[in-house]
């Protein structure tokens, strides 16, 4: 156990953060491993509730513990950096280019008539034929998203036939189809998993969800994938490298309420 040192002018809390994060280096925890609560920090380093409840909110904040009401305090789950937000990738190349495994459970892939929301979003008249894929998607073996894809029948007759539970649909689309992304727009946004959800990715009803939404655009100039995807808050966290470019207006921010 790392001593505070009083005389020092760094703050308390401060220090006491820095030792809760050393412990768990030294001592190997792991993600899950059970962590001294307020009570106990305020015994083991004789410290006020103050001092140690703005430790482990700062660690916390920091995604390095997590706090579980009525159970206690934990080593956090270390959440998986997506490049998603930025670059017109798919999961499965995302998570092969980080050394993981990806492989999907097909849930639903059936032909379909487009409902208004889906036509609006592929630009295609209202019953117009569309592929529907549903897949539960597994990174190194734990559930981590849920994804449902539409795409116009029209520029991929077959696609229901293949099998996708490891491999990439923008692979086999461009590879068997001709058909390849060059642009497009994703949203992300805050959630909460409700009951079927929470079953599927093995969270608890009410946990926090990120939901990514997308609309790809083809070579043709025309839209041939919409998607939604509810990635697990616990394990997922989206990453996007700005740059600055002076004298250059961009676009609005856009904030969307109800």
């Not at 579980?68 to 990738?89: H, I, M, N, P, Y």
């Not at 036939?161 to 727009?185: I, K, P």
Request: charged letters at 25%; hydrophobic letters at 40%.
């Amino acid at each position: 156990m790392t001593s505070l040192d009083r005389s020092s002018p760094i703050p308390l809390y401060h220090q006491l953060k820095l030792a809760i994060a050393a412990d768990i280096a030294t001592r190997g925890l792991a993600p899950g491993d059970r962590l001294p609560g307020d009570h106990e920090l305020c015994d083991l380093y004789d410290v006020s509730r103050t001092v140690a409840r703005q430790a482990l909110n700062e660690l916390e904040v920091e995604g390095v513990i997590e706090r579980v009401k009525g159970r206690g305090t934990f080593v956090a789950q270390q959440k998986a950096d997506e490049g998603l937000a930025q670059s017109l990738t798919g999961l499965f190349e995302d998570v092969a280019a980080r050394g993981g495994h990806l492989r999907s459970e097909v849930r639903r892939f059936e032909i379909i008539p487009a409902d208004e929301a889906i036509a609006a979003a592929l630009e295609i008249p209202a019953g117009t034929p569309v592929i529907a894929l549903e897949r539960l998607r597994f990174v190194d073996e734990v559930p981590w998203v849920l994804t449902t894809t539409h795409l116009p029948e029209s520029i991929a007759p077959g696609l229901v036939h293949e099998d996708l539970r490891d491999r990439s649909l923008y692979a086999v689309l461009e590879e068997s189809y001709g058909v390849r992304l060059v642009r497009g727009t994703r949203t992300i946004e805050a959630a909460t998993a409700n009951a079927g959800q929470a079953g599927l990715l093995g969270v608890r009803r009410g946990a926090p969800l990120l939901v990514l939404r997308s609309v790809s655009i083809g070579e043709s100039g025309r839209p041939v994938e919409s998607f939604v995807a509810f990635h697990r808050g616990d394990r997922s966290r989206f990453q996007v490298r700005l740059v600055r470019a002076p004298g250059r207006v961009s676009a609005p921010l856009v904030l969307v309420t109800g």
